[in-house]
């Protein structure tokens, strides 16, 4: 059960992550209209972002600490360790200012939709870099999952059981 458990989160912790990068996509193009019409869908485009965003934050977190230690264990001793000593340690940093531009974009896209002068280049800003930075986590990530293969795949070659 534990196995299906880890599995469940490491698919809908990058799973939340593209929902909220798609959400941002949608923002942007949203807000290049930016028409009366298109400030309900604007609003609520961004706080599905948030919400997606935190909830990849949240399972992501809970599976760093509950599971991970056994994959940078591996990884580090694996053919790929800057899997982790880059990529895990570029996300772990460079995250939460994605989290914080999430959180951020709701409160420039209500400013903007009440008409406060000045906030769509703000939010186009804002949504443009969390998909920036959206799509280099999920990069990261796909790193960080292939330094696990190819350590699993090297240990399995040489006879070892992980």
Same mark, same amino acid.
């Given at each position: 059960?534990?196995?299906? @458990?880890?599995?469940?989160?490491?698919?809908?912790?990058?799973?939340?992550?593209?929902?909220?990068?798609?959400?941002?996509?949608?923002?942007?193009?949203?807000?290049?209209?930016? @028409?009366?019409?298109?400030?309900?869908?604007?609003?609520?485009?961004?706080?599905?972002?948030?919400?997606?965003?935190?909830?990849?934050?949240?399972?992501?977190?809970?599976?760093?600490?509950?599971?991970?230690?056994?994959?940078?264990?591996?990884?580090? %001793?694996?053919?790929?360790?800057? %899997?982790?000593?880059?990529?895990?340690?570029?996300?772990?940093?460079?995250?939460?200012?994605?989290?914080?531009?999430?959180?951020?974009?709701?409160?420039?896209?209500?400013?903007?939709?009440?008409?406060?002068?000045?906030?769509?280049?703000?939010?186009?800003?804002?949504? %443009?870099?969390?998909?920036?930075?959206?799509? %280099?986590?999920?990069?990261?990530?796909?790193?960080?999952?292939?330094?696990?293969?190819?350590?699993?795949?090297?240990?399995?070659?040489?006879?070892?059981?992980?």
């Amino acid at each position: 059960m534990e196995s299906i @458990q880890s599995e469940l989160i490491l698919l809908a912790h990058p799973s939340f992550g593209v929902l909220a990068i798609l959400t941002a996509v949608w923002v942007f193009a949203e807000t290049i209209n930016n @028409q009366a019409t298109s400030y309900g869908r604007l609003r609520l485009l961004s706080l599905a972002g948030t919400l997606l965003m935190w909830l990849s934050y949240l399972v992501g977190g809970y599976w760093y600490v509950v599971y991970y230690g056994a994959d940078k264990a591996l990884i580090k %001793a694996g053919p790929w360790p800057f %899997a982790h000593s880059f990529f895990m340690e570029v996300k772990e940093h460079l995250f939460f200012s994605l989290l914080l531009m999430s959180t951020y974009l709701p409160i420039a896209v209500f400013g903007l939709t009440a008409g406060r002068v000045g906030l769509k280049p703000v939010v186009l800003w804002v949504s %443009a870099w969390i998909v920036v930075l959206g799509l %280099a986590m999920e990069g990261a990530g796909a790193f960080i999952s292939m330094g696990t293969k190819v350590a699993l795949l090297a240990t399995q070659s040489m006879g070892e059981t992980p």
